[in-house]
């Protein structure tokens, strides 16, 4: 009975010593993460926010008075309130059909939901010029039936599409397969439509990892540069989104509102790590009372 007693404590110190690194292995790693995060992140934001006040709040403000950034303020929240729910929806259904079926083009499927990640923005933004540009495959058609989608708003839809449909369904996809059928089995069992199972079992479950979802792709949309670029035109009034519009000014070395606007989008960037960590802080508190057992 000692022996397995002692056994016992030496295993607990062994793991214990496995799982708790030395005071000094801890703090050297906190300060390694917080000099990158200071070198990184802080000073650079710091420094957008530094220099677009660096004339004062009048200079700054005027910034946004300014007819060209009302109108890339204007379109960056337009293409967003477009794409996103479009790849709400997509992301649902891609996820559904990936975590609870099996079928024919399943690896398929996965793939080219990655496709975004592997493919350089720059080339996604030239693949739709490639089909919809005037020289493209469909550009005299479109060009006979007057209609434009380079160099015009359903042209950077598309492309803020295409960038930023991956990020719904990656979070999905995992948390619907850890999940399995079993709810879902019994409710349809119990004469519930598919609808109905969908609305009062499925959604309640994946809710905070939709939501989390949602707050990425929005995110990637708002900021999007590099396909936008490519399909917008740059026309000052008309195809110029926020990211845009900072690259023009500072091109033309009006370094205050480039930066005034820069902070506007710091300032979005901000607000979504704000809400991304409120939404873990959700899901991993709902995850956590998911396992919870009544007390008897």
Known sequence: MAGS???????????????????????????VALVFLGLFLFIPLAAVFSEALRRGFGPYFASFRNPDAISAIRLTLTV????????????????????????????????????????SPVISGLIFVLIFGMQGWFGPWLSAHHLQIIFAVPGIVLATIFVSFPFVARELIPLMQAQGNEEEYAALTLGATGWQTFRYVTLPNIKWGLFYGVILCNARAMG????????????????????LHVEILYNEYNFVAAFAVASLLSFLALITLALKSFVEAKGRSSRSSSFETPNA
């Open 5 to 31: 007693i002692s056994r016992l404590t030496q295993s607990s110190g062994l793991a214990r010593r496995a799982t708790h690194d030395p005071v000094w292995v801890q703090w050297t790693l906190t300060a």
């Open 224 to 243: 999007e540069f590099g396909a936008v670029s490519v399909v917008s035109g740059h026309i000052r009034g008309r195809t110029n989104t926020i990211p």
């Open 80 to 119: 967003a309130l477009i794409s996103v729910p479009l790849n709400l929806v997509f992301g649902v259904a891609a996820s559904w059909a990936i975590a609870k079926f099996n079928f024919w083009g399943k690896s398929l499927l996965i793939t080219l939901i990655d496709l975004p990640f592997a493919v």
